[in-house]
C-alpha cells in the first residue's frame, strides 16, 4: 500500500494542471480537505459525487487489555471518519 502526503498530492495536481504552481496547488488541495472535513464537523456526511462517501461514526468506549501485560485497558467513545467509495471511483 502506498501511503501518499500532502506534498505528493499537491505535485500530481500541479503535473495535471501545468498553469498551477506548486503553492496553488497545495492551496487547493488544503481549501479542498478543509471543506470535506468543515462538512463532516456540521453535519456527519460528505459525499463527493463520482468518488465517494465521508461519514462520521462513533465508536463506543470499550475495555480491551494490553498486548503486553493483558491488563484491561478502558478505551474512551471517540469519532472516526468511515470512506465507503462511489460507484464511479473505479472504471469497470
Known amino acids: 500500500m ?3 502526503t500532502r506534498r505528493e498530492l499537491a505535485r500530481t495536481l500541479r503535473d495535471a494542471h501545468g498553469g498551477l ?6 492551496e487547493l488541495l488544503d481549501a479542498t480537505l478543509a471543506t ?9 456526511k460528505v459525499k ?3 468518488f465517494g462517501t465521508f461519514e462520521l461514526r462513533r465508536r ?3 475495555t480491551t487489555r494490553h ?3 493483558a491488563e ?4 474512551p ?4 471518519v468511515r470512506f465507503r467509495q462511489g460507484g464511479g471511483f473505479f472504471p469497470r
Open 48 to 50: 463527493v459525487r463520482g
Open 21 to 26: 504552481s506548486l503553492a496553488e496547488s497545495r
Open 77 to 80: 467513545e471517540l469519532l472516526t
Open 2 to 4: 502506498k501511503t501518499l
Open 36 to 44: 470535506i472535513e468543515e462538512g463532516l464537523l456540521a453535519e456527519g
Open 72 to 75: 484491561p485497558v478502558e478505551v
Open 67 to 69: 498486548p503486553a501485560t
Open 60 to 62: 463506543q468506549r470499550r
